[in-house]
């Protein structure tokens, strides 16, 4: 199923959304470290990369967009010729590897 778009929102939708924006831009300003801000215009910097290298918009954030986007940071050059991912945004629970979470992700995004 196919989500909506930003601009089929009802008015209601919309602005809390636009309330959301603003409180996530307070939360990222005041409350995290400037190597936190940094690591998230990293992350912005290769999301960027990757919708222009596939030619969709920087919203079109789909199951699918989501799981090529691993697969295309998985393609990148990383240090010494190895691929590198970005850390993850929370700490993995215990028992939870990398490559665990990359295939539980992959799961919920194609919903088994």
């Known amino acids: 199923m ?3 778009r930003p601009e089929t929102y009802d008015a209601a939708t919309r602005a809390a959304l636009e309330h959301i924006d603003g409180q996530a831009v307070r939360a990222v300003a005041d409350g995290r470290p400037e190597r936190t801000r ?3 215009a990293q992350d912005w910097t290769s ?3 990757f ?3 596939s030619g969709v918009p920087l919203l079109a954030v789909t199951s699918g967009t989501l799981v090529m986007f691993v697969e295309w940071l998985w393609e990148q050059p990383g240090q010494a010729g190895t691929a ?3 850390r993850p945004a929370l700490p993995l629970p215990r028992g939870y590897s990398a ?3 990359s295939r539980i992700a992959f799961a919920v995004a194609v919903g088994s």
Request: charged residues 15%.
């Open 2 to 4: 196919l989500a909506a």
């Open 38 to 40: 940094r690591g998230y």
């Open 47 to 49: 999301w960027s990369r």
């Open 51 to 53: 919708c222009a290298a």
């Open 84 to 86: 590198q991912l970005p």
């Open 99 to 101: 490559g665990r979470a």
